[in-house]
T-cell receptor, first 115, second 114 residues
Framework: KAGVTQTPRYLIKTRGQQVTLSCSPISGHRSVSWYQQTPGQGLQFLFEYFSETQRNKGNFPGRFSGRQFSNSRSEMNVSTLELGDSALYLC??????????????FGPGTRLTVL | DAKTTQPPSMDCAEGRAANLPCNHSTISGNEYVYWYRQIHSQGPQYIIHGLKNNETNEMASLIITEDRKSSTLILPHATLRDTAVYYCIVRVAGRGGGADGLTFGKGTHLIIQP
């Protein structure tokens, strides 16, 4: 079974621009979570989508948003980019079955550089 | 989710067993212990998880103490490719649809020496 895929793998943007990152979960997985990883803050949870609805959200400003499509694929958007948004953005998917352990499996990440 | 404490770094000789400890003294009865690892600049890789019994899979073994306040991840025959940051995470699982965010600490940087 194919793993979690993320596109693009690398991205360079300038301050003030916006960016959209894409994530395709493992086939059959219904939950998609997004994380940001920076050297200073480590790995931090952004938000989680399940059945096209945002169910959980981390402590990030409203410039960070996302959505999930009916096929469980997800996108996240960052508007008005700041230098501090330079990071590795990771997507993780899980089955999200009731009563299951919801193990999350991560993609390779998108490396965003803001100049 | 309960907090975990891990040593910041460890060394292990290639071919030997690597034993990575994790303290989670405030773990609740419904919280699982998860282990992930991250090789430089790649996405975290799931290794293993458990509730109270010891677990083993093709990658590693997880030993959880009887009081569940600590655990040890064992890589039985470490190779150079096992050099990575290892994260121990405790979390409530199966909240009924949707996964809560994992809380990653700083982990243990395991260095396998040739």
């Amino acid at each position: 079974k194919a793993g979690v895929t993320q596109t693009p793998r690398y991205l360079i943007k300038t301050r003030g621009q916006q960016v959209t990152l894409s994530c395709s979960p493992i086939s059959g997985h219904r939950s998609v979570s997004w994380y940001q990883q920076t050297p200073g803050q480590g790995l931090q949870f952004l938000f989680e989508y399940f059945s096209e609805t945002q169910r959980n959200k981390g402590n990030f400003p409203g410039r960070f948003s996302g959505r999930q499509f009916s096929n469980s694929r997800s996108e996240m958007n960052v508007s008005t980019l700041e230098l501090g948004d330079s990071a590795l953005y990771l997507c993780a998917s899980s089955l999200a079955q009731r009563g299951g352990t919801d193990t999350q499996y991560f993609g390779p990440g998108t490396r965003l550089t803001v100049l | 989710d309960a907090k975990t404490t891990q040593p910041p770094s460890m060394d292990c000789a290639e071919g030997r067993a690597a034993n990575l400890p994790c303290n989670h003294s405030t773990i609740s009865g419904n919280e699982y212990v998860y282990w992930y690892r991250q090789i430089h600049s790649q996405g975290p890789q799931y290794i293993i998880h458990g509730l109270k019994n010891n677990e083993t899979n093709e990658m590693a073994s997880l030993i959880i103490t009887e009081d569940r306040k600590s655990s040890t991840l064992i890589l039985p025959h470490a190779t150079l490719r096992d050099t990575a940051v290892y994260y121990c995470i405790v979390r409530v699982a199966g909240r009924g649809g949707g996964a809560d965010g994992l809380t990653f600490g700083k982990g243990t940087h395991l260095i396998i020496q040739p």
